[in-house]
């Protein structure tokens, strides 16, 4: 059994408290994923091309995919994400809980216990997440009407891609990812946990004990949206680096070799406004799949895992 330091301000987060971040974690994932994913091909689709196309805004978007491919069409890369990023999701919550949890002992500040724990839970999370990350958005750009050359499901898609580009492949742009989402992270879960202890602490919910499911949903959303607008241009950079294939490298000199080489290269084309285009589409997905999550996590957590009466 994990034990405390004496004096510590701070207890350690026992075994069955890790269990319940995990259970509550999985489900919240995959439900937050479900609800949102249309919204996440629509931002794929919008910052995968250059200049002005059909896929231009959310609405434009959305009615191209469906007119042409279907409801299907918008859920392109979900089993991936289903099969994949829900342990993954399990894996970033549960990471964060257990290492602000061992932070706060120490004595380490509030706000950098949140912005570590975030970036910390990113690169541990990752290991998983970037390999569906790039099936999920490969499948997700890939257009109906070209169908040369698509990928017919995510694992036929995982599949090619290790075939035709080796382990280097499914883990491309991991560091870019690192750069995309743990600046996220960080931001996301210091914006969230403020915003939580203002409203926790303001005079209509002071005595309630716990925030009601409502005011999760205002938190999330609001820390999800901010944090994903800031870190847009890198995670343009992110996507347009994953997206690429390799084996058309011979019909045309790859252009994003690197994270930075992404950001210089989309800068230079398309200017500042190139390398925020999706922002908006990227914002509401983020911070309705961020509010969903972290509510039904803590909705969860707290149906299936009740605090023993005092």
Sequence with gaps: KLRCPEGARCRCMQPSEIYEVAVSS????????????????????????????????????????????????????????????TPAA???????????????????????????????????????????????????VQRAEASSGNYRSSLHALEMITKTEGLRGIYRGYGATLLSFGPFSALYFAFYEKL?????????????GRLP????????????????????????????????????????????SSFATSIQTIFRREGLRGLFKGSIARVAFTAPNTAITMAVFEKVRAALFPPPPT
Excluded at 90 to 116: D, M, N, P, Q, W
Excluded at 220 to 236: F, Q, Y
Aim: aromatic letters at 8%.
């Design 90 to 140: 399990c894996i970033y919550l549960t990471t964060y809980e257990v290492f602000k949890s061992e932070a706060s002992r120490v004595g380490i500040a509030e706000s950098a216990v949140h912005l570590s724990a975030g970036m910390v839970a990113e690169t541990v999370s990752c290991i998983i997440f970037v390999p569906v990350d790039v099936v999920k958005e490969r499948l997700q």
């Design 213 to 256: 499911f409502w005011a999760t949903l205002a938190c999330a959303s609001t820390a999800g949206g901010a944090a994903a607008w800031l870190t847009s241009p890198l995670d343009m950079a992110k996507l347009r680096l994953q997206v690429q294939r390799r084996n058309a490298a011979a019909a045309e000199k790859e252009q994003y």
């Design 26 to 85: 999985s489900i919240a994932g995959i439900v937050g994923r479900a609800a949102t994913h249309p919204l996440d091909t629509c931002k794929a689709r919008i910052q995968s091309v250059e200049g002005r196309t059909v896929f231009s805004g959310i609405g434009s978007t959305l009615q191209h995919t469906i007119r042409n491919e279907g409801l299907a069409g918008l859920y392109r890369g979900f089993p991936a994400v289903a099969l994949g990023g």
């Design 196 to 208: 939580k202890a203002r409203v926790a602490s303001s005079e209509f919910l002071a005595s309630s």
